[in-house]
Each structure stands twice: as structure tokens, then as C-alpha cells.
């Protein structure tokens, strides 16, 4: 069984920066393509960022991409998501996910395994 833990989330003004980390157990890290997917209230859960196993592949929702980087320590077992230029729109729970298959992918149902979220709050 894998353990999720996202940490790093907190209240910042719009154009600050967060950097996001997710620790995981329980597996083996390197196997799992990751992501990072964020739900605001009353709104779906939606995607954010996703990164394959090695750390070559990214990928990125258009409302967050030249803005936030997605990246990974599979010695540390923990990826990042690295925020900047922080909008009010970004407010939301982050949450990340592990996917067992090859590919990234951006549909929340194709993961496998998820954190409890971290809460992002940026004021105006």
C-alpha cells in the first residue's frame, strides 16, 4: 500500500510562490508516474501537473503552465510542484496522485493513489 503525504500549502499573496512537496511510502516510488490535481469548492477536481517516472515527461493545464513546475526525487521518494506568479483562481486543495501505469495522464480516475491534500489559500 502507498502513502501519500503533501505538505507545503499555506496562505500567500497573489504573485507569491509555494513549493508544494509530496513524501510517499510504502512502494516503490520510481515505478509511479506522478501528478498533482487540486479541487476548489464547489468545483471538480481538476489537473494539474504530471510527470513521468524518470522525470523526463511533463505535463501541464494550460491555466497553470510557465507558472508551475513539476518535479521529482525518486531517491527522496517525493515530488514537487513549484508555484509562482500565484492567482486568487489557484486557491483551492492540492492533492497529489499516483498513477502504476507508463504513461501521465490528466483524468483523475486513472490514478491509483492519492494524499489527504494540502490547502492553498492566495489572497488579492
Known amino acids: 500500500q502507498v502513502q501519500l503525504v503533501e505538505s507545503g500549502g499555506g496562505l500567500v499573496q497573489a504573485g507569491g510562490s509555494l513549493r508544494l512537496s509530496c513524501e510517499a511510502s510504502g512502494g516503490a516510488f520510481s515505478s509511479f508516474v506522478m501528478g498533482w490535481f487540486r479541487q476548489a469548492p464547489g468545483k471538480e477536481r481538476e489537473f494539474v501537473a504530471a510527470i513521468s517516472r524518470g522525470g523526463i515527461t511533463t505535463r501541464y493545464a494550460d491555466s497553470v503552465k510557465d507558472r508551475f513546475t513539476i518535479s521529482r526525487d525518486n531517491a527522496k521518494k517525493t515530488v514537487y510542484l513549484q508555484m509562482n506568479s500565484l492567482k486568487s483562481e489557484d486557491t483551492a486543495v492540492y492533492y497529489c496522485?499516483?498513477?502504476?501505469?507508463?504513461?501521465?495522464?490528466?483524468?483523475?480516475?486513472?490514478?491509483?493513489?492519492w494524499g489527504q491534500g494540502t490547502q492553498v489559500t492566495v489572497t488579492s
Open positions: 496522485a499516483a498513477r502504476l501505469l507508463i504513461f501521465t495522464s490528466t483524468t483523475p480516475n486513472d490514478y491509483d493513489y
